[in-house]
């Protein structure tokens, strides 16, 4: 071996982990490739967390021809310098890590294809490789083009694709699509493993299709040096492909969707990817695709350098409920019963945390096939059953029971239950309704649209194997009209109700958002239909499969806390609702808290908080001038740990905070 | 106590502290809130035409947002506005809105669709309508309830 062989091997396993991020660094979106967000730094404790103080800020503004107001990004750190991406055209900066200060910045106007684009504004971030000579930067555009720059320069790499692009909608699973509007995008980041840089796909929201018809997801993997495309994985097989038979109709030849629009993870010693698929086209209506419909919202692990399936398992049959998979996979080592297990564990929106032997795909605990309630919408065929996982117990609540709905006073809960009189209510997996202004509007549920957990996926602590996520109380009203005449001719059903009519197009940016459309409109006397939390943090054992804790996290919204019904009720700290990325170092959980809310110095805002990773407890909280809007990552430099969170909301442009300890 | 009796005792409840609140703190607030009746009713129904065309796209008929656009009312938007100048929001509108033309209605026509923001929020009319000539909204701050 030469030497520079050794030292390409030595870079390329310090940061490619499943145990944290190593060297004081942040290499990859989740800290590590399996997404544990975990960096072993113990600097900034709870014995100081109250006095860190802002060393930077990064405002993204000017990144776009206006401002963007949801920065979704999770920085990458390497060798001093800090990369993201922000702003509406998704720029992409690097920044001294140490000052903020703008080293490039590279942006695409993309014009009418980035105008068309399904998935806009900046994303969740992008990739970083280094064979130890040479350092690059990937990311996918909005008008979905992956780009390699140099990452000391920001110049785009000649050597790869035409001029440093790869044109992601050429070559996707034998589909010839328009370049310039053909609806597929991507905001989750790339990722890298090896010398391949790994791509999913995503498509305009799947509540209001204006077709059955619709580009097929797939994922490939392309030479990270030269932009090569090494291989596809079909989401949606092919006659003589596993699984196709599990399209029923020949939906399969028409079906899309299916893509994977979250973070892909890897582990480069088993060579496996794993693939957190979503669900087919029609996010609420499966009748134009009977069936399994393999490999929608299924947890899939491939074969690193080829491509080729080793084992999946569908978390949901037939899904009419948008469930997809949201979030990263987390790679978790750990040791049940005494055996040492290399899992997987898939948080999800309907707050179950399904974990599996990651070699093998063998459940960990047994996840049993239940049956589950039936429905009566027109054409649909439902699945008779879904998986249940035995351990862990379902993380927050699922579905809508009366005993779910506000309690703070008996008044309050007779108005809820009078007021959820024409809607149907039931356990998870109850499904949605044609509309009618009779009854029922609609199925309100928790953990379906109003997802627990959505794209911030969770943390691993890989020292103590305990699991880290948040996850939010929702309730989505899920009814089904006609679409709206002319807007979808071969479809039956758009998500809507006879009360807000159909559903229209999720809008530029679309699941991009903190929010699910129809969600939580029901609301009593101002304040939200079910009682709290209305968000949490829950710390999960994975050696025993137990909740150790769970935290409300949030301080209590301003409408609850002064509301004139509620004077002199003692309301414990509620939480709040919204889509929270959690950090995990040496002794803390680290997350921000979303929406605007109070703030104990009186100043509107909201607070990065820490708690006890072992407890729970609080263990410190700094305020911040709007809510955390991307999940926060952590580094050393210079002998300081800093903190960074991307904060924004509707009313506060999208922001870079780099937080330290003074002196 | 029948439920319809108990949801008119609450409402009396309501009134009763939300007067009770007005008597003690008379004028609590140096500045103007969107309770003051900013808007006329002329020119919310000019605005909800508006909003039909450029906005509800995005926003939604209802006005409950969907995805990355955020409620223009309800309690997410409190979440995102409770205690902002209503100039915030307007130049958040001017500058920034629509998504897919930003800056192509005239400061009238976003004054037109705040107001149908405002009464679909259920704040009252007055007699005068909002200009959105630049400042004259700085000194109003949005509450939820009424001061």
């Not at chain 1, 960096?39 to 860190?52: E, H, V």
């Not at chain 1, 083009?145 to 001029?163: E, H």
């Not at chain 1, 699945?383 to 699922?398: G, I, L, M």
């Not at chain 2, 259920?122 to 309830?145: D, F, H, K, N």
Request: hydrophobic content about 40%.
């Amino acid at each position: 071996m030469t030497l520079a062989a050794a030292v390409t091997m030595w870079v390329a396993s310090e940061v490619h982990g499943q145990s944290g991020a190593g060297k004081g660094e942040w290499p990859t979106y989740g800290g590590d490739l399996g997404h544990t967000r975990y960096a072993p730094l113990d600097q900034i404790t709870a014995a100081n967390f109250d006095s860190l103080e802002i060393a930077w800020r990064f405002k993204t503004d000017n990144l776009g021809a206006r401002p963007e107001f949801n920065l979704e990004s999770t920085p990458l750190m390497v060798g001093g310098r800090l990369y993201s991406t922000g702003g509406t055209r998704r720029a992409v900066v690097a920044l001294d890590a140490a000052t903020g200060e703008l080293l490039w910045v590279h942006s695409e106007n993309e014009g009418l294809r980035g105008e068309a684009a399904p998935r806009q504004l900046s994303g969740r971030g992008l990739a970083y490789w280094t064979d130890g000579r040479e350092e690059r930067i990937l990311y996918v555009t909005p008008g979905y083009r992956l780009v390699a720059l140099d990452a000391r320069t920001g110049s785009p790499v000649g050597t790869f694709g035409k001029a440093g692009i790869v044109d992601l909608k050429e070559d996707l699973d034998q589909q010839q699509l328009d370049l310039v509007n053909a609806p597929v995008g991507l905001h989750s980041t790339p990722i890298v493993a090896g010398n391949l840089v790994l791509i999913g796909a995503a498509f305009e929201t799947g509540a209001n299709p204006k077709s059955r018809r619709n580009v097929r997801g797939a994922v490939r993997a392309f030479d990270v040096r030269t932009g090569t495309l090494a291989w596809t994985f079909r989401t949606i097989p092919q006659p003589g492909e596993f699984g196709n038979e599990t399209w029923e109709n020949d939906s399969w030849a028409y079906s899309g969707n299916t893509g994977v629009w979250a973070q892909i993870s890897v582990d480069e010693e088993l060579g496996l990817a794993y693939l957190p698929v979503e669900l087919p086209t029609h996010d609420y209506y499966g009748g134009a695709r009977p069936g399994n419909t393999l490999f929608g919202e299924s947890l899939v692990a491939v074969d690193l350098k080829t491509g080729v399936r080793r084992w999946h398992y569908q978390l949901v049959h037939h899904g009419v409920w948008d469930m997809d998979i949201p979030c990263a996979p987390i790679l978790a080592d750990i040791t049940v019963n005494g055996r040492a297990i290399k899992a997987v564990a898939q948080p999800t929106k309907q707050a179950f945390l399904y974990v599996f032997d990651r070699a093998t795909g063998e459940p960990v605990w047994p996840i049993e096939e239940r049956p589950v309630p039936q429905g009566d919408v027109p054409g649909e065929k439902y699945s008779r059953t879904q998986p249940f996982p035995t351990k862990p117990a379902a993380y927050d609540r699922q579905g809508l029971a009366v005993d779910d709905l506000i309690d703070f006073t008996p008044a309050l809960r007779a108005e809820a239950v009078t007021m959820i009189e024409k809607y149907r209510i039931g356990p998870i997996f109850t499904p949605p309704v044609v509309s009618k202004a009779e009854g029922p509007v609609g199925t309100l549920a928790m953990a379906t649209q109003g997802a627990a957990t959505n794209w911030p996926g969770g943390s691993f602590d890989p020292e103590t194997h305990i699991l880290y996520v948040h996850s939010q109380s929702q309730v989505a009203t899920l009814g089904l009209v006609p679409p709206p005449d002319g807007a979808a001719p071969d479809v039956r059903f758009h998500q809507g109700t006879v009360l807000s009519g159909a559903r229209r197009s999720g809008g530029s940016g679309s699941a991009t958002g903190a929010q699910g459309g129809n969600v939580n409109t029901l609301e009593v006397q101002g304040l939200p239909l079910t009682r709290p939390p209305y968000g949490r943090i829950s710390a999960i054992d994975l050696d025993t499969g137990s909740i150790l804790w769970q935290v409300a996290h949030g301080e209590t919204p301003e409408r609850v806390k002064n509301h004139p019904l509620l004077k002199g009720l003692d309301i414990p700290r509620t939480g709040r609702t919204g889509n929270v990325g959690t950090l995990v170092t040496r002794t803390l959980v680290i997350a921000g808290e979303p929406g605007f809310g109070p703030t104990p110095s009186g100043q509107r805002g909201s607070m990065l908080r820490a708690y006890d990773k072992k407890t729970g407890a609080d263990a410190g909280a700094v305020y911040m001038p709007a809510p955390q809007s991307g999940s926060p990552m952590t580094y050393m430099l210079n002998g300081k740990q800093y903190l960074i969170v991307a904060v924004s909301g509707a009313s506060y442009s999208g922001e870079l905070l780099a937080f330290r300890l003074p002196g | 106590m029948d439920r319809c009796t108990r949801r008119i005792g609450m409402s009396l409840l309501v009134a009763a502290v939300l007067l009770s609140a007005t008597l003690a703190h008379p004028r609590a607030q140096a500045t103007r809130t969107v309770w003051d009746g900013l808007y006329s009713g002329e020119q919310a129904t000019r605005g909800q035409m508006l909003y039909a065309e450029r906005c509800a796209r995005c926003h939604g008929d209802a006005l409950a947002g969907m995805e990355s656009a955020p409620a223009l009312t309800g309690t997410s938007f409190y979440s995102n506005w409770e205690g902002e100048a209503l100039e915030a929001l307007f130049e958040r509108m001017r500058m920034s809105m629509p998504a897919d033309k930003p800056g192509s209605l005239s400061r009238a026509q976003n004054a037109d669709v705040l107001a149908f923001v405002l009464k679909v929020g259920g704040y009252p009319a007055g007699a005068a309508e909002m200009t959105g000539q630049a400042g004259t909204l700085s000194q109003v701050t949005i509450r939820m309830y009424r001061p």
